[in-house]
């Protein structure tokens, strides 16, 4: 695999506050990488660093094997597709479009030709001569993308692209830049808050929390095994579910306190006895079954074809579960949380704990 | 209810309607009447048709005391034209540099024009005069337009034109490639294009209506302004020819009243969104 | 004022300010300096010594009746004129602020007045209120007033301050129309649902939200009416009869450019500059935010 884009150190500190905490990347080429975590986690900075916008307190960014650190956005070869479009108002579609060719000195036949393939393949023919404030939401938000694509560059930039459209066309404009990004095979980098975006957009996420890099991994992984309590918090809807415990002797189980003691289903974790853990259960891991334990339900959200129920165990612990169909016969239900279920995290660091290895 | 409401405000904008057009249109009429006659003080409502020659004969001519008004008029419409475009001109750049750069002294340059904001020539009136005399500027097109042309109103405004420009576009524009220069012209201009307007109305009504630094600054009739010119045929008091007064006054009117209506729109839209 | 995204370099904008910097300095810091020193120094009949005062200039200008007199016309000429073109244009805002047939009209039939010069509304207004040759002035007459307004000095200061009032008036219906209308719909329409009526409505909703658009009008008129308005004097009443509308600039004038003295003229533009930083910083204490932020 040979690294297209190369983030080495990347740190960013607007006079004493850090925004960034040394961030290394390397993306193969024609890959997609979603950056993903809350507001304020630093995301859209790192595009920004990325983008030339912005200067990196310490580190390098390489493109295609040359430092391009220091270089003005211009002469990165990078386009980026803004989240409120940043289209240019004055100017029509095709205007818009050619912009970024007519500055760097393209014939009029070749703008021409280009544009007008980008526009077909975003199906804008028929808009060319419109203004911007004469488009819908997704007419604008395929010429921004139209704007990026036409100058065929080495680098995609996508900052909450979506984040202005509403559900519906959310969903198929996601599709879309899923197509299109694929079929141009251009490496791209995109930044949402989304976490079914970064589901199913992604190659591979990259989750930041503070200012540093959480879990790179792919979108599954990171479903299956969070690196830490706040991925597995963050990723996954409703939020997993999370208990205090501590580590049994010979680390093979975590007692529970009055809900009662759990065997490890995959091996014994390390670490002395009593070490705190918190361990997570996601809702739809949850189990009916009337040999279980109480679980009173507080709140009912119905969702069509699953339902979201929101309880509390009988010591007060605050649950969620979601299961297939409808709403739910009783308000006091009995369920089980299947041991091979649970993610086992230090209460600590909120690191993931796997199993210690069998040694040799 | 609200038909009477209604009926109400038809009568105040009415009433304030003709109180506005009601001296225009007597002066109007006083122009087409004979000078014995109003200084008889038989004003008319009706306008004496057969007498609209007085219009050209104060363009060709003029009246006691000044030159011809087409002379006076010419002189206001370049005094405000190189106010308006000059102030404009010089405001943008300073205006962009301000927003769109950072460099040593930035606020420093930005407040030393700041502070000038409503500082009007009148304030400084006998020392400005001093510096124009030292600098050979009296009696010149210069000096009656350039100490015009400084002040911050304009530099004001365009900075918070531009400072609302979304980041977002400036960033787009500098990642197609635009330099500095050219984000102004392509992007920055067209964008601000109402508050253009909306300034350029503004200032030319000023530079136009200018009394006091042109009655100081230019004594040479050849810079007689029309508004100048109109208070020197008043002020030779026993041989007042209202008639010709009258004329060069509805004549004076027109050109920034056109200018005021003809950009109405933009007028209203660019002052007030500007202003707050 | 911070913007997230500039441009790198500092040479380019410093070319760009350097020349609205440079006439920013000739012709008003200059100037100010220059008044200054002219304001501390006295310079003999013949105009050849010229010597450092202090502030003798400023005490004797306040020592004098006739600048004392001067400060108390202007005070009155401007809150009159302030009043009368802002209270006009407020009604007028007012009764256009609704879906009206003919509204464009009206607006257009409204604002051209801005365009008209103060000199050239003094001139419109002496036909009207002329005792021998204006309409409204030989009325007066004939009612028996005693209207000469080139002898009554409180006639002559009423001349002045409804023509120089009359051309603010656009300005103020502009503003107040505008701030009418940026108030959200939907607050009036709650404060309707709130039971709020007519004048209530206007007393409680539109007029405290309306008060920086008022504030900075005040400001405004008050400087136009002290700045603008030496045409409109010089065109009607030269100052007189008397010194009855001898306003501070027109005093200036009348004592640096026709008397000649050029010491307590410097301290007479000394003052008012101080008068107009002061108005500009009242003004910035108040609407700062909008401005500086």
């Known amino acids: 695999m040979t690294a297209d884009l190369v983030l080495e150190g990347v740190h960013k500190s607007y006079g004493q506050s850090a925004v960034l905490h040394g961030i290394d990347l390397a993306l193969a080429a024609g890959e997609m990488l979603v950056i993903v975590g809350a507001s304020g986690c630093g995301k859209s900075t790192l595009l920004r660093l990325v983008a030339g916008l912005e200067s990196l307190t310490a580190g390098r960014v390489l493109l295609a094997g040359q430092d391009i650190t220091a270089r003005d956005p211009a002469a990165r070869d990078i386009a980026m597709v803004f989240q409120n479009y940043a289209l240019y108002p004055h100017m029509s579609v095709f205007d818009n479009m050619a912009y970024g060719l007519r500055i760097r000195g393209r014939s009029r036949s070749e703008i021409a030709r280009r544009v007008e393939e980008t526009a077909a393949l975003l199906g804008l023919g028929e808009l060319l001569a419109r203004k911007p404030r004469q488009l819908s939401g997704g007419q604008r938000q395929r010429v921004a993308m139209g704007r990026a694509i036409v100058r065929e560059p080495k680098l995609f930039l996508f900052d909450e692209p979506l984040s202005n459209l509403d559900a519906k066309l959310r969903v198929s404009m996601r599709a879309e830049i899923r197509r299109l990004q694929r079929r141009l095979g251009v490496t791209s980098l995109y930044v949402t808050h989304d976490q079914v975006e970064a589901m199913t957009l992604g190659d591979r996420l990259l989750v930041l929390h503070q200012g540093r890099a959480v879990q790179l991994a792919t979108p599954m992984e990171v479903f299956e095994r969070p690196a830490d309590s706040y991925v597995a918090g963050f990723i996954g809807a409703p939020a997993m579910n999370f208990l205090s415990a501590t580590l049994l002797p010979g680390g093979g189980g975590a007692d529970l306190g009055p809900l009662g003691r759990l065997e490890f289903a995959d091996g014994p974790r390390p670490g002395p006895a009593g070490r705190r853990l918190t361990l997570g259960i996601r809702p739809e891991h949850v189990a009916l079954d009337p040999a279980g334990i109480p679980f009173t339900v507080d709140l009912v959200e119905p969702l069509g074809s699953e339902t979201v129920l929101i309880g509390r165990l009988p010591q007060g612990e605050m649950l969620a579960l979601k299961r297939a169909g409808g709403p739910p016969p009783a308000e006091t239900l009995a369920i089980v949380l299947p041991p091979a279920q649970f993610h086992v995290f230090d209460a600590a660091s909120g690191l993931r704990l796997d199993p210690a290895r069998a040694a040799g | 209810m609200s038909g009477c409401r209604d009926w109400l405000a038809h009568l105040v904008l009415g009433l304030g309607a003709a109180l506005f057009l009601l001296p225009i249109w007597l002066a109007f009429c006083a122009a087409t009447l004979d000078p014995a006659a109003i200084d008889r003080g038989e004003l008319s409502l009706v306008p004496r048709l057969d007498h609209l020659g007085v219009f050209l004969e104060v363009l060709r001519h003029g009246g006691p005391g000044v030159g011809p008004v087409w002379r006076m008029l010419a002189v206001s419409a370049a005094m405000a034209l190189a106010i308006a475009l000059g102030k404009i001109a010089i405001s943008i750049l300073s205006a962009y540099a301000v927003v769109f750069f950072r460099f040593p002294f930035r606020r420093t340059a930005f407040w030393i024009i700041f502070v000038t904001l409503m500082l009007p020539v009148e304030v400084r009136i006998i020392p400005t005069y001093a510096v124009m005399a030292d600098l050979h500027f009296i009696d010149t097109f210069q000096g009656l337009t350039v100490p015009l042309i400084a002040s911050a109103t304009a530099t004001l405004l365009f900075r918070q034109t531009f400072v609302a420009i979304p980041d977002e576009l400036l960033e787009a524009a500098r990642m197609d490639g635009a330099g500095p220069l050219r984000f102004l012209w392509d992007v920055v201009l067209p964008v601000s294009a109402a508050n253009l307007a909306a300034l350029f109305v503004i200032l030319f009504v000023y530079g136009w209506n200018q009394y006091l630094w042109p009655l100081l600054a230019a004594t040479s009739p050849r810079l007689d302004t029309v508004v100048i010119g109109i208070v020197k045929m008043i002020g030779i008091d026993t041989s007042t020819e209202w008639n010709k007064v009258m004329a060069t006054a509805v004549l004076a009117l027109v050109p920034p009243v056109l200018v005021v209506v003809g950009l109405q729109r933009w007028f209203v839209k660019g002052l007030t969104e500007g202003e707050k | ?293």
Request: one cysteine or more; hydrophobic letters at 55%; aromatic letters at 12%.
């Open chain 3, 1 to 293: 004022m911070e913007r997230r995204t500039i441009f790198p370099g500092w040479r380019l904008p410093l070319l760009l300010v350097a020349p609205q910097l440079l006439l920013t300095l000739v012709f008003f810091y200059w100037p100010a300096a220059e008044g200054l020193w002219q304001s501390l120094t006295r310079t003999d009949a013949f105009g050849i010594h010229t010597r450092f005062v202090g502030l003798a200039n400023f005490a004797a200008l306040f020592a004098d009746p006739r600048y004392r007199s001067s400060v108390a016309i202007t005070l009155v000429f401007c809150a009159a004129v302030t009043a009368l073109s802002l209270g006009s244009g407020l009604v007028l805002a007012l009764a256009a602020d609704r879906e009206l047939r003919g509204r464009d009209l009206y607006r257009v039939l409204l604002i051209w007045p801005y365009a008209v010069a103060p000199a050239i509304a003094a001139v419109l207004w002496l036909l009207l209120l002329n005792p021998q040759i204006g309409t409204i002035g030989r009325w007066l007459v004939a009612l028996g007033v005693h209207w000469d307004y080139a002898l009554n000095g409180t006639q002559a200061l009423l001349l002045v301050i409804v023509a120089s009032a009359w051309k603010q008036v656009s300005y103020n219906f502009l503003f107040v129309l505008a701030g009418l209308q940026s108030i959200p719909r939907a607050v009036i329409e709650a404060a309707r649902m709130d039971g709020a009526k007519g004048f209530h409505r206007f007393r409680t909703i539109q007029l405290p939200l309306l008060a920086p658009t008022l504030f900075f009008l005040v400001i405004v008129d008050l400087v136009y009416a002290a700045f603008d308005t030496f045409g409109v004097i010089q065109a009607m009443t030269q100052g007189g009869p008397g010194r009855a509308t001898e306003t501070l600039v027109f005093k200036v004038y009348q004592d640096g450019v026709v008397n000649l003295d050029l010491g307590s003229s410097a301290a007479q533009s000394v003052v008012l500059m101080g008068g107009v930083i002061l108005l500009t910083a009242l003004q910035f204490r108040f609407l700062g935010r909008r401005v500086a932020s």
